[in-house]
C-alpha cells in the first residue's frame, strides 16, 4: 500500500529522487521536442532583445517534466526561479509580497495554478500585463488604490488541469504548451540516465520492461527503477535484470502496462456494474471510493492514452482494448452507442 503511494505522492523520498535525477539542460531534457524547439527560439530571441521572456503556461498531467522545464528555462536566461504554487497563494497579499521581491529578469513559477483563487488571480493580471500591482490600503470610503511598479518578470504557470483556467487568465500568456505523454524509446533513455547517475547497471531488457510499465511519465519511471534496483540489491544482484524488474513490478502490484489496483478497479466497474459505460464520473468515484479529481487528473489520462477508456459526452466508456486486457466481458450490443 505504502509504496504505491509513493509513485504517487510528493514524498521526500521522492523530492530526493526527482531533484538528483533532474535534467538541468535542454540536451539531458529527453522529448517534447516541440516544446523545446519553440522555447529555444523564445529564449533566444529574448536573449538578443535583453528583454525577460513571455509568460509561459506549460500544463499536461503529473510527473511529465513541467517543473524541471521551468528550471531549465530560468537557467538558460541565467535568472533564478521563485517557487510557489496556486494553493499557497491565499491572499493577494501573499502574491504582492511575493512580487514587490522579485528583481529584474527573475522567474515565478506557480504550480498548480488552476488552485489560485480569483481575488489573486486578478491580482496578477495588470502585474502580467505592465508589471503593475494593485494594492488597496484601507477599508470602505477611505480604501485607496496604490499602484506599485514591478520590476519586469516572466511568470511560468504549470497545471494539470488547463480546463479549469478562465479565458482572460489564459489569454494573458505569452506562449502555452502541452506536454504529451512519452515514448516507450525515450523513457528508456530517461531512465538508462538515471540508473548512470544512481550508479546501478541494468539489463537493456530490464530497461524496455520498465519503459513499459512508467505510464510513459519519466517521475513513474524513475521510481520503478528505484524500487528494481533495491530489489536487484536486496538479492545481491549487481545487475538490475528483465527478471527482477519484473518481480519488482510484481510486489507493486503494477502490471506490464503500469495498470495498478485503482485502474483496474475504474475498469472493471465500468465493465461489470454499467455493462461497459457510458457512465458519469461520479457514479465511478462513488462506486470504487476514490476522489473524482484524482480518477480525472491521475488515473485516466494514461487509460485514455493507452486507449482503454474513451470519454464521451454521456460519460466513460470501456473500450474493447480495455475490456481485453483484463479479461472483462461485458455485451458490447448493449453498451451506449457512442464507441
Ligand atoms: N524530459 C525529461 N527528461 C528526463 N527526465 C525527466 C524529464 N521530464 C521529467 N523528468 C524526470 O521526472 C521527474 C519529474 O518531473 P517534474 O518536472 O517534477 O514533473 P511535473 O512538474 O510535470 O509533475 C524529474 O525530477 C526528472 O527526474
Ligand atoms: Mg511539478
Do not use: C, W
Not at 517534466?65 to 504554487?85: D, F, V
Not at 496578477?124 to 500585463?129: K, R, V, W
Not at 516572466?154 to 480546463?163: K, N, P, V
Amino acid at each position: 500500500m505504502e509504496d504505491k503511494k509513493l509513485i504517487k505522492t510528493n514524498s521526500e523520498d521522492e523530492g530526493f529522487l526527482d531533484l538528483a535525477l533532474r535534467p538541468t539542460t535542454f540536451e539531458e531534457y529527453v522529448g517534447q521536442e516541440k516544446a523545446k524547439k519553440n522555447l529555444a527560439v523564445l529564449i533566444g530571441a529574448a536573449k538578443k532583445r535583453k528583454e525577460p521572456l513571455e509568460h509561459i503556461l506549460i500544463h499536461g498531467p503529473s510527473g511529465l517534466g513541467k517543473t524541471t522545464l521551468a528550471y531549465i528555462i530560468s537557467r538558460q536566461m541565467n535568472s533564478s526561479l521563485r517557487i510557489t504554487s496556486g494553493a499557497a497563494l491565499e491572499k493577494a497579499g501573499d502574491l504582492g509580497s511575493i512580487l514587490t521581491g522579485l528583481n529584474e529578469g527573475d522567474f515565478l513559477f506557480i504550480d498548480e495554478v488552476h488552485r489560485l483563487n480569483k481575488l489573486v488571480e486578478e491580482t496578477l493580471y495588470p502585474a502580467m500585463e505592465n508589471y503593475n500591482l494593485d494594492i488597496i490600503i484601507g477599508k470602505g470610503n477611505s480604501a485607496k488604490t496604490l499602484q506599485i511598479q514591478l520590476p519586469k518578470f516572466t511568470l511560468i504557470a504549470a497545471t494539470t488541469r488547463i480546463s479549469l483556467l478562465s479565458n482572460p487568465f489564459r489569454s494573458r500568456f505569452g506562449v502555452n504548451f502541452k506536454l504529451d505523454f512519452y515514448q516507450q524509446k525515450e523513457i528508456e533513455k530517461i531512465i538508462s540516465r538515471s540508473a548512470s547517475l544512481l550508479n546501478v547497471k541494468t539489463e537493456p531488457e530490464a530497461l524496455s520492461v520498465i519503459a513499459a510499465a512508467s505510464r510513459f511519465t519519466p517521475r513513474i519511471a524513475n521510481k520503478l527503477l528505484k524500487r528494481s534496483r533495491d530489489f536487484a540489491q536486496h538479492h545481491n544482484k549487481e545487475i538490475i535484470t528483465a527478471d527482477s524488474a519484473r518481480q519488482a513490478l510484481e510486489m507493486l502490484e503494477i502490471d506490464h502496462l503500469g495498470l495498478e489496483g485503482t485502474d483496474k478497479r475504474i475498469l472493471t466497474t465500468i465493465a461489470n456494474n454499467f455493462n461497459g459505460g457510458p457512465v458519469g464520473l461520479k457514479t465511478i468515484a462513488a462506486a470504487i471510493a476514490e476522489e473524482e479529481a484524482t480518477i480525472e487528473d491521475v488515473y485516466e489520462p494514461y487509460l485514455m492514452q493507452i486507449g482503454f477508456l474513451a470519454r464521451t459526452t454521456r460519460g466513460r466508456v470501456i473500450t474493447e482494448e480495455g475490456a481485453k486486457h483484463l479479461g472483462l466481458k461485458f455485451s458490447k450490443s448493449a453498451q451506449g452507442s457512442l464507441i
